[in-house]
Nanobody
């Protein structure tokens, strides 16, 4: 059974940095697009960053220039480096992966969510 496990969330002061990690476990054939979403209290879930299988990245306007997403295909892992954090970045962050298990079909998988809190 495929699972996505996140780590790295924490409480940090404004201007600080955090690095989120997501690792896919289970029997996996391939992972295409990987991503990070976030949901702040009272707000809809929004896309933060994506990276395709050929390493093209896409960022939300609000994080461009501050966040960097990367992937390690050998480890079935991906990361979100967050710099110059602002209180508005406070949210639960979810990793996603569009992948194909060894015995299954392509579909989206989601991590459990990781709290990031930025204090002013």
């Amino acid at each position: 059974q495929v699972q996505l496990v996140e780590s790295g969330g924490n409480l940090v002061q404004a201007g600080g940095s955090l690095r989120l990690s997501c690792a896919a476990s289970g029997s996996i054939d391939s992972i295409a697009t990987m991503g990070w979403y976030r949901q702040a209290p009272g707000k809809q879930r929004e896309l933060v960053a994506q990276i395709t299988s050929d390493y093209n990245t896409n960022y939300a306007v609000s994080v461009k220039g501050r966040f960097t997403m990367s992937r390690d295909d050998a480890q079935y892992a991906w990361y979100l480096q967050m710099n110059s954090l602002k209180p508005d970045d406070t949210a639960v962050y979810y990793c996603t992966g569009f992948l194909r298990p060894s015995k299954g079909f392509w579909r989206d998988y989601w991590g459990q969510g990781n709290q990031v809190t930025v204090s002013s």
